[in-house]
């Protein structure tokens, strides 16, 4: 499938981002010239009749962006491993006695000491996708890892209870 994206410059306004879906929907990103956005959901009847618009804020916007953004990273992944002989997606969750609560990610040496990637940290309600080794670990954290089910397993006692 072709992913159609289509820009339309709003002289005097800013700019609209328009996604057309497989079914023909079309979904649009507004962004003004003083910062704002918002988002638009066109009439299926009429492609050029706004349908309904919600305007949100920054930070909403890259919630938003890290939300689909996330939901896909995992997705694939879980195809990925779920098509590949030896490649498990986990999650860990950080337990409250950890060594590593309140350190930073890159304080466990997970891929050095296990050869298993973090993709994600699950916090909150929220995602941190693809953290980096400053991320700070907290309690309660879910931690999104991929390797093989040794590694995922050596993860598992790493986290909980330091390096052996």
């Known amino acids: 499938m072709t992913i159609r994206i289509e820009k339309v410059d709003l002289p005097g306004i800013g700019?609209?981002?328009?996604?057309?879906?497989?079914s023909g929907r079309r979904l649009s990103v507004?962004?003004?010239?003083?910062?704002?956005?918002n988002l638009g959901i066109f009439d299926v009847e009429?492609?050029?009749?706004?349908?309904?618009?919600?305007?949100?804020t920054e930070d909403e916007a890259e919630a938003l962006a890290d939300l689909l953004g996330t939901s896909v990273a995992v997705?694939?992944?879980?195809?990925?491993?779920d098509s590949t002989s030896g490649l498990y997606t986990e999650q860990l969750e950080l337990a409250p006695d950890s060594?590593?609560?309140?350190?930073?990610?890159?304080?466990?040496?997970?891929?050095?000491r296990t050869r298993v990637s973090i993709v994600a940290i699950v916090r909150d309600g929220g995602v941190v996708p693809s953290p980096t080794p400053?991320?700070?670990?907290r309690g309660g954290d879910i931690i999104v890892a991929?390797?093989?089910?040794?590694g995922l397993e050596a993860a598992g006692r790493l986290l909980s209870n330091g390096p052996d």
């Open 75 to 81: 997705s694939r992944l879980t195809a990925l491993t």
């Open 30 to 37: 507004v962004a003004y010239r003083d910062g704002e956005r």
């Open 134 to 137: 400053a991320e700070v670990l």
């Open 46 to 56: 009429d492609p050029d009749a706004c349908r309904d618009s919600i305007a949100i």
């Open 15 to 22: 700019t609209r981002h328009d996604l057309v879906t497989e």
């Open 99 to 112: 060594p590593y609560l309140n350190r930073p990610l890159g304080d466990t040496k997970v891929r050095t």
């Open 146 to 150: 991929v390797g093989t089910r040794d």
